[in-house]
């Protein structure tokens, strides 16, 4: 390999690993060392850590008698939302500290809830009305969907940058004498 090619690649590696995002956990350490408002927090550009599968079935099944039989039409229809790892959401609302409605959609009525969840370190993960052994229900614009219980632990990320800024002041102490 030439030089320059190496040279390049390394310029390249280095311009893309500095560009790139530092995503980390939003927790409620964060947010309590913080302390920030409900209009600041609606500035932070939120990422989720998982996918999350939300499922509604709907049934419209109906029936018909003809010549004495019943003939049953089952017209069901399964509604599917994906959100994938890494989408970016927003803040729609708090409803109450500590919990967020976060939007990943255009559609602001369309969010989920997350909440600190100390088993897993204080963490803002996904909430559900309620949490069976296998699935979670979820209310996502007006539906109920359901989501696996692998979703509890999707969690809100946030991208920190950490800047230092650091005063020094200096003092030299003269000295004291006795006085005698």
């Known amino acids: 390999m030439?030089?320059?090619?190496?040279?390049?690649?390394?310029?390249?590696?280095?311009?893309?690993?500095?560009?790139?995002?530092?995503?980390?956990y939003f927790s409620n350490n964060l947010y309590s060392d913080f302390n920030w408002s409900e209009e600041e927090l609606k500035k932070i550009q939120f990422y989720l850590s998982e996918d999350i599968k939300l499922v509604r079935a709907a049934n419209s099944g109906s029936s018909t008698?003809?010549?004495?039989?019943?003939?049953?039409?089952?017209?069901?229809?399964?509604?599917?939302?994906?959100?994938?790892?890494?989408?970016?959401?927003?803040?729609?609302?708090?409803?109450?500290?500590?919990?967020?409605?976060?939007?990943?959609?255009?559609?602001?009525?369309?969010?989920?809830?997350?909440?600190p969840n100390e088993k897993a370190n204080g963490r803002?993960?996904?909430?559900?009305?309620?949490?069976?052994?296998?699935?979670?229900?979820?209310?996502?614009?007006?539906?109920?969907?359901?989501?696996?219980s692998k979703s509890a632990y999707a969690a809100l990320m946030v991208d920190v940058k950490k800047a230092s800024r650091s005063i020094k002041r200096t003092d030299t102490a003269s000295g004291r004498k006795v006085r005698g």
Do not use: H, Q
């Open 65 to 115: 008698i003809e010549d004495g039989k019943i003939k049953i039409n089952d017209n069901s229809k399964v509604d599917e939302i994906y959100i994938k790892k890494g989408t970016p959401g927003i803040l729609v609302f708090s409803p109450k500290e500590n919990r967020f409605a976060v939007s990943f959609d255009k559609d602001s009525k369309k969010y989920l809830m997350f909440g």
């Open 124 to 148: 803002y993960v996904l909430m559900a009305k309620d949490w069976k052994k296998s699935e979670g229900v979820i209310t996502y614009g007006k539906e109920k969907y359901y989501t696996s």
């Open 2 to 24: 030439n030089k320059s090619l190496l040279l390049s690649s390394i310029v390249i590696l280095f311009t893309l690993t500095s560009c790139s995002k530092k995503l980390t």
